[in-house]
């Protein structure tokens, strides 16, 4: 079992920035892959990033060049650094990571940009 706990959400006003934490229970250099989607009020949730054991990186389209996702294998904690944020990005972030074939997902945290 991996427990996921994301911190770092909150309220910012449109080109300001965020940095999301992501605290695992358990080393994350046995965890394959673990990534950042957000789910906005009536629409799906969405890949935001991701980050695999060996470090490789992908993002949506619509956060190329703004965000960065980032591991810290000795504090066992994954990272998104927002920047340049828009109305469009406010949603609820949950972390991920894929454990031994398993999914599993964090709480969630909020992220609200004001126009």
């Known amino acids: 079992q991996v427990q996921l706990v994301e911190s770092g959400g909150g309220l910012v006003q449109a080109g300001g920035s965020l940095r999301l934490a992501c605290a695992a229970s358990?080393?994350?250099?046995?965890?394959?892959?673990m990534g950042w989607y957000r789910q906005a009020p009536g629409k799906q949730r969405e890949l935001v990033a991701g980050?695999?054991?060996?470090?490789?990186?992908n993002y949506a389209d619509s956060v190329k060049g703004r965000f960065t996702i980032s591991r810290d294998n000795a504090k066992n904690t994954v990272y998104l650094q927002m920047n340049s944020l828009k109305p469009e990005d406010a949603a609820v972030y949950y972390c991920?990571?894929?454990?031994?074939?398993?999914?599993?997902w964090g709480q969630g945290t909020q992220v609200t940009v004001s126009s």
């Open positions: 991920y990571a894929r454990w031994y074939n398993n999914d599993y």
């Open positions: 358990l080393s994350i250099g046995s965890i394959v892959r």
């Open positions: 980050i695999s054991r060996g470090g490789s990186t």
